[in-house]
């Protein structure tokens, strides 16, 4: 004995101090409820890998969404589920279960419905459950049973489940004590359970649940599912729906209706699996007795007693499933793993010690640090490349071998791999003091041709310390020069680019708005110094929307390029110049102060861009207007320009004078036009806008048949405005189609007041036809106003045509098929074409009054206006002759044939009032 207890009995004491505390542990760990949540994973582990087969005797009828949506309402009338009784027990249903709420009245025809049904059926059960009296907490409990007209003909079936710590569903009852009297479950009723029905039993989730015949009740009631299906089965109905919350947490399936839960328990019975826990000791005492004998034996080797000890897990396991398999038991080995674990965690302990393991922990942990930075190192952006004190490279990331195109620069000589200047800035950097700063640089490398590589690279100093492999004391540090470069070829050239956009227009390759300020600022700095006048020239292709339209966009590029080549052979020695919009181009030149050769600049401008193009075999004929100004010692450039493109834009206003130059009263003149527009767009919600009517006349009588709608605008801060001056304002701004659309409604309104039917004419502006929707607006008008169509003359000029667009016709075609007319207003003047009288529906000319003289007795006026007359009789229109202001003009264009007129002589433009007057006088 004594030689036994010197042999073994310290390691006897150790083992049982060490089971001691693994008891102690593993009583904590199952009060925490750990060794349960272990037990739990390894039941459902086992009933995944344990599947077995339904019995095919129960069928579900499932109320799913499907059905919710088809019976369109919930709860359900009790006459659904009477009908669906009726053809259960029609089919030979040998029991129907629902797993339905009855305990609450309906109306008492489906109620009675739903009770005869379940008499005449004679096996039809009802559910019965416990439920918390209301949301608040303490308010005790309730019993739902089914209502009294249905407790009558129907058996009281338990639904209730117990919820475990997981809050999952483990098991199902047998029965349950309601009112003193234990009732059964509905699964212990379908699993044709014979015994006590009080406790609860486990759930065999191995049987596959999912495989169990499920038909929307739906189907059911529409015919749609096989009757034949129920006779001589079990029926349960209960929901699925999302909607109606019966749904449950259950191991392996996840979740599961709360019908098919007690299906389960069902099938559970009918197979005999009713599942007991036993008792853990076994599996306990094994894990002790493999532990206990690792410690008393002198087997080595950390790595092999772990392989044991998992050896051991696996093995009660495997009987465990083995037992579970055979017999309808679940065998816990959570605590029986517990132990196994700890055992593993102090035989490593005891194997390494505890120092041993942090090593080995600190070890992992420097080469997966190691591996993660040698991962950044190789992946970075930028190209790295570490060269030691003799000039060779030690590491270089994929980047660097990429960027130098050499996949084998670690181990080469830097200087055969690398740009000299590079390894020379290196070799500084091994050499430098400590504590020098890096200083970025950049590297230019000549490439193909003239093109240029860029590549901004910095060097650093680094140390590395080195252990020799004999004496591991003795510890020696390196110099290593880190090299980190990074190709900036795109990124320069991008910057420079953005810096030519900045300054320059890159179609034409002049300066831009910007260049061009900034050029007319320091010029403008100079010019004072020196007493030297600054002359701006801006100068507007105003053809170019044409150009583009009728060529397109290329042509409009070409057209500009061919115009800046122009200003850069002929004209850059006297100005610089600039494309500051689409179609406007500036000059900037210097002169003496007082001299008169700006003039001249412009001229010659005039007389070299003016020229006609020829791009492609297209002769491309361009028109320019002109506006400059001449700057004595004022030195605001942002003035400067203005005042150049206020010039311009008076030029462009007058049709007769191309050239403009900036005169002081131009900016009394913009200022008012800038206020004119603000109040403009107030003028129809003051109700400033008016309208003044001017007959239009037979001339033999005298007699009104229309009246031409003017506008008139009385504002508040300026009186009354001249059309001349706030029409072109709102054809520019586009306020002209809400002008146009106010004329139109105000006009067809006070019309239709006149007791005579009288033609309205109203002058639309092409502005009207190209930038808003002419067709709704005249279409709208008419609607909400009532004025007949056929009565609506629309009067355009002859400047509607210079864009003989396939749109216009289309908008004239349109709104002739409403029914309105259209008439050629100002006809003479302009662009006068006989082509599109004929080409649109014009059914009205209206001869412009520059060919109504005084007595009309020259034979050249004479002539045109019987031309104009015999144009319009062959084509089926009417004329009508403006300007007429004497009784002798009137007698002479009656003789010329003249049927029709207008003039100050028949009438100036007057009120609708007026109108109205003049018609009751009339008659």
């Known amino acids: 004995m004594l030689v036994w207890y010197e042999k073994y009995g310290g390691r006897f004491l150790n083992a049982l101090l060490v089971a001691v505390f693994l008891t102690a542990a593993i009583l904590v760990l199952r009060i925490a409820g750990l060794t349960d949540s272990i037990d739990r994973f390894v039941w459902e582990t086992r009933f995944g890998l344990d599947t077995k087969t339904v019995s095919e005797e129960?069928?579900?009828?499932?109320?799913?969404?499907?059905?919710?949506?088809?019976?369109?309402?919930?709860?359900?009338?009790?006459?659904?589920?009477?009908?669906?009784?009726?053809?259960?027990?029609?089919?030979?249903?040998?029991?129907?279960v629902f797993d339905v709420d009855f305990s609450a009245a309906s109306n008492p025809e489906d109620d009675a419905l739903f009770a005869r049904a379940i008499e005449q059926a004679g096996n039809v059960s009802l559910a019965a459950f416990r439920q918390a009296a209301s949301a608040q907490s303490g308010e005790g409990e309730v019993i739902n049973l089914p209502a009294e007209p249905f407790l009558d003909h129907a058996w009281p079936v338990v639904v209730m489940v117990p919820m475990e710590a997981d809050s999952r569903i483990w098991r199902n009852l047998y029965g349950y004590e309601i009112d003193g009297i234990t009732e059964i479950s509905a699964a212990a009723f379908l699993g044709e359970h014979s015994g006590d029905t009080q406790g609860a039993f486990y759930l065999d989730y191995g049987i596959a649940i999912d495989s169990m015949p499920r038909i929307p009740l739906a189907d059911v009631l529409n015919g749609t599912a096989n009757l034949d299906q129920f006779s001589g089965r079990k029926v349960i109905i209960g929901a699925s729906a999302l909607e109606l919350r019966d749904l449950f947490a259950v191991p392996v399936y996840g979740i599961l209706p709360g019908a098919m839960v007690q299906a389960l328990g069902a099938e559970t019975l009918l197979q005999k699996r009713a599942l007991t826990p036993v008792s853990e000791g076994y599996a306990l005492l094994f894990a002790v007795l493999v532990f206990a004998l690792l410690l008393i034996t002198k087997i080595e080797g950390w790595a092999l007693k772990l392989g044991i000890f998992l050896l051991s897990a696996s093995a009660i396991e495997i009987v465990a499933f083995a037992v579970q398999q055979s017999y309808p038991v679940l065998v816990p080995t959570g605590s029986a793993h517990v132990l196994l674990a700890l055992a593993a965690i102090i035989i490593v302990l005891r194997e390494l010690g505890l120092h041993k393991l942090l090593a080995h922990v600190a070890d992992i942990k420097q080469r997966n640090s190691d591996r993660m930075l040698g991962q950044v190192f190789d992946d970075s952006f930028d190209a790295i490349i570490v060269i030691d004190s003799d000039c060779l490279i030690t590491a270089a990331n994929r980047t660097a071998r990429s960027l130098f195109s050499s996949e084998t620069l670690a181990g080469s000589s830097a200087r055969s791999a690398l740009p000299n200047a590079l390894v020379e800035e290196a070799i500084v950097t091994l050499q430098a003091a400590e504590g020098r700063a890096p200083v970025p640089q950049i590297l230019v490398l000549a490439q193909e041709g003239t093109k240029r590589r860029f590549i901004e690279y910095v060097v650093t100093k680094a140390e590395k310390t080195l252990a020799e492999a004999k004496q591991p004391n003795k510890i020696e540090t390196r110099a290593l020069a880190c090299l980190t470069c990074r190709d900036v070829t795109d990124e320069r050239e991008s910057a420079?680019?953005?810096?030519?956009?900045?300054?320059?227009?890159?179609?034409?390759?002049?300066?831009?708005?910007?260049?061009?300020?900034?050029?007319?600022?320091?010029?403008?700095?100079?010019?004072?110094?020196?007493?030297?006048?600054?002359?701006?020239?801006?100068?507007?292709?105003?053809?170019?929307?044409?150009?583009?339209?009728?060529?397109?966009?290329?042509?409009?590029?070409?057209?500009?390029?061919?115009?800046?080549?122009?200003?850069?052979?002929?004209?850059?020695?006297?100005?610089?110049?600039?494309?500051?919009?689409?179609?406007?181009?500036?000059?900037?030149?210097?002169?003496?102060?007082?001299?008169?050769?700006?003039?001249?600049?412009?001229?010659?401008?005039?007389?070299?861009?003016?020229?006609?193009?020829?791009?492609?075999?297209?002769?491309?004929?361009?028109?320019?207007?002109?506006?400059?100004?001449?700057?004595?010692?004022?030195?605001?450039?942002?003035?400067?320009?203005?005042?150049?493109?206020?010039?311009?834009?008076?030029?462009?206003?007058?049709?007769?004078?191309?050239?403009?130059?900036?005169?002081?009263?131009?900016?009394?003149?913009?200022?008012?036009?800038?206020?004119?527009?603000?109040?403009?767009?107030?003028?129809?919600?003051?109700?400033?806008?008016?309208?003044?009517?001017?007959?239009?006349?037979?001339?033999?009588?005298?007699?009104?048949?229309?009246?031409?709608?003017?506008?008139?605008?009385?504002?508040?801060?300026?009186?009354?405005?001249?059309?001349?001056?706030?029409?072109?304002?709102?054809?520019?701004?586009?306020?002209?189609?809400?002008?146009?659309?106010?004329?139109?409604?105000?006009?067809?309104?006070?019309?239709?007041?006149?007791?005579?039917?009288?033609?309205?004419?109203?002058?639309?502006?092409?502005?009207?036809?190209?930038?808003?929707?002419?067709?709704?607006?005249?279409?709208?008008?008419?609607?909400?106003?009532?004025?007949?169509?056929?009565?609506?003359?629309?009067?355009?000029?002859?400047?509607?045509?210079?864009?003989?667009?396939?749109?216009?016709?289309?908008?004239?075609?349109?709104?002739?098929?409403?029914?309105?007319?259209?008439?050629?207003?100002?006809?003479?003047?302009?662009?006068?074409?006989?082509?599109?009288?004929?080409?649109?529906?014009?059914?009205?000319?209206?001869?412009?009054?520059?060919?109504?003289?005084?007595?009309?007795?020259?034979?050249?006026?004479?002539?045109?206006?019987?031309?104009?007359?015999?144009?319009?009789?062959?084509?089926?229109?009417?004329?009508?002759?403006?300007?007429?202001?004497?009784?002798?003009?009137?007698?002479?264009?009656?003789?010329?044939?003249?049927?029709?007129?207008?003039?100050?002589?028949?009438?100036?433009?007057?009120?609708?009032?007026?109108?109205?007057?003049?018609?009751?006088?009339?008659?």
């Open 58 to 96: 129960i069928v579900f009828i499932d109320i799913d969404a499907g059905s919710l949506e088809e019976i369109g309402v919930w709860p359900f009338p009790r006459r659904t589920y009477a009908g669906l009784v009726e053809k259960l027990a029609g089919a030979g249903a040998q029991d129907i």
């Open 496 to 923: 420079a680019r953005l810096e030519y956009l900045a300054r320059f227009d890159p179609i034409t390759d002049l300066l831009n708005r910007n260049g061009f300020e900034r050029e007319l600022n320091k010029l403008t700095k100079s010019a004072c110094s020196k007493s030297e006048a600054v002359c701006v020239v801006q100068f507007a292709v105003t053809n170019l929307d044409q150009i583009v339209a009728t060529l397109g966009f290329t042509y409009g590029d070409r057209v500009r390029q061919s115009i800046a080549s122009r200003l850069k052979s002929h004209l850059a020695k006297d100005a610089t110049w600039a494309a500051i919009t689409a179609d406007v181009f500036a000059g900037l030149a210097v002169s003496k102060t007082g001299s008169e050769a700006e003039l001249g600049i412009v001229e010659e401008v005039r007389k070299i861009i003016g020229e006609d193009y020829a791009i492609d075999g297209a002769r491309i004929s361009v028109q320019l207007k002109f506006g400059y100004v001449v700057s004595e010692g004022e030195g605001n450039p942002d003035l400067i320009l203005k005042r150049a493109g206020n010039a311009l834009s008076t030029a462009r206003r007058d049709s007769q004078n191309p050239i403009v130059c900036f005169k002081s009263e131009m900016d009394t003149a913009l200022q008012r036009r800038r206020k004119l527009e603000t109040e403009l767009f107030k003028a129809i919600i003051r109700d400033e806008l008016r309208l003044e009517y001017q007959p239009l006349v037979r001339l033999n009588d005298s007699s009104l048949f229309g009246v031409e709608a003017l506008l008139r605008w009385d504002s508040r801060e300026f009186g009354p405005v001249s059309p001349m001056e706030f029409i072109p304002i709102a054809e520019e701004n586009g306020y002209i189609q809400e002008l146009g659309a106010w004329v139109l409604n105000r006009g067809m309104k006070e019309a239709l007041h006149w007791k005579q039917p009288l033609r309205l004419s109203v002058n639309v502006s092409p502005v009207q036809f190209f930038r808003g929707d002419l067709v709704e607006t005249v279409s709208e008008a008419l609607e909400r106003s009532g004025f007949p169509a056929d009565r609506l003359d629309l009067e355009v000029t002859e400047s509607l045509f210079v864009d003989d667009s396939p749109e216009l016709m289309q908008c004239m075609e349109d709104l002739k098929s409403r029914g309105c007319n259209f008439s050629m207003d100002d006809f003479g003047t302009g662009y006068s074409s006989l082509g599109y009288i004929t080409k649109f529906p014009f059914s009205k000319i209206k001869l412009d009054r520059s060919f109504i003289k005084e007595t009309i007795d020259r034979q050249e006026d004479t002539a045109v206006i019987e031309a104009v007359l015999l144009l319009a009789e062959g084509y089926g229109m009417s004329v009508v002759v403006e300007g007429i202001e004497t009784f002798e003009q009137s007698c002479r264009l009656q003789e010329l044939g003249c049927q029709l007129g207008q003039g100050y002589y028949f009438g100036r433009p007057m009120t609708a009032i007026d109108v109205a007057e003049r018609l009751v006088v009339a008659a």
